[in-house]
């Protein structure tokens, strides 16, 4: 079965404490990206990579690391997580250079940070 | 730069009820458009996407339809289900050289009473 898979799908932890969540694709997709979704703003990019060791910024990159060392792997980083990164956050993926092509989902890391 | 602007909620409805929910898009180019729907505790899934203008994209009775001289794409459904109630993302599919990212509208809450 296609799919994303994130893990944790919750996470409470205390600032400061590094943290790492995971992202896996069987899809062979390109393209991955990270975004965090909290209410009022949508979903916005942290980081996309658009294949193996080729990673960008997105919209709010400040505070998150990624790595791209395998293609179907994509792994958030928090170094010294902070409240204010306490949010809802989904891992996608699609194949890139195709422009109607689908993007697909994680089911989702809630993450707090006290 | 692409951006896209959707419909502010909360929408509540009762069952058989007309759906609209408003989408319109700023890109420079001719972009993919997409709605996506994330059901409670769930990731974001693709509902239906129109890849050219005059498009129409249509899954489970929602329809949306790509007007280029209004740039919009607005989502409706001719009688809605107590199932339907989830959040509902517009996304615009860029065509520039990150080839595979989306940009996302805040979202609508819809919510659909028996």
């Known amino acids: 079965e296609a799919q994303v898979t994130q893990n944790p799908r919750y996470l409470i932890t205390v600032t400061g404490k590094k943290l790492t969540v995971t992202c896996s694709q069987n899809m062979n997709h390109e393209y991955m990206s990270w975004y965090r979704q909290d209410p009022g703003l949508g979903l916005r990019q942290i980081y996309y990579?658009?294949?193996?060791?080729?990673?960008d910024k997105g919209d709010v990159p400040e505070g998150y690391k990624v790595s791209r060392k395998e293609k179907r792997n994509f792994p958030l980083i928090l170094e010294s997580p902070s409240p204010n990164q306490t949010s809802l956050y989904f891992c996608a993926s699609s194949f890139r250079g195709r422009m109607n092509t689908e993007a697909f989902f994680g089911q989702g890391t809630r993450l707090t940070v006290v | 730069g692409d951006s896209v602007t959707q419909m502010e909620g909360p929408v509540t409805l009762s069952e058989e009820a007309f759906l609209t929910i408003n989408c319109t898009y700023t890109a420079t180019g001719y972009p993919s458009l997409f709605w996506y729907v994330q059901y409670p505790g769930e990731g974001l899934q693709l509902l239906l996407k129109?890849?050219?203008?005059?498009d129409k994209g249509s899954n489970k009775g929602f329809e949306a339809t790509y007007r280029k001289e209004t740039t919009s794409f607005h989502l409706e459904k001719g009688s809605v289900q107590v199932s339907d109630s989830a959040v509902y993302f517009c996304a615009l599919g860029d065509r520039g050289s990150t080839l595979g990212r989306l940009y996302f509208g805040r979202g609508t809450q819809l919510t659909v009473w028996p």
């Open positions: 990579s658009m294949n193996v060791e080729v990673t």
């Open positions: 129109a890849t050219k203008a005059d």
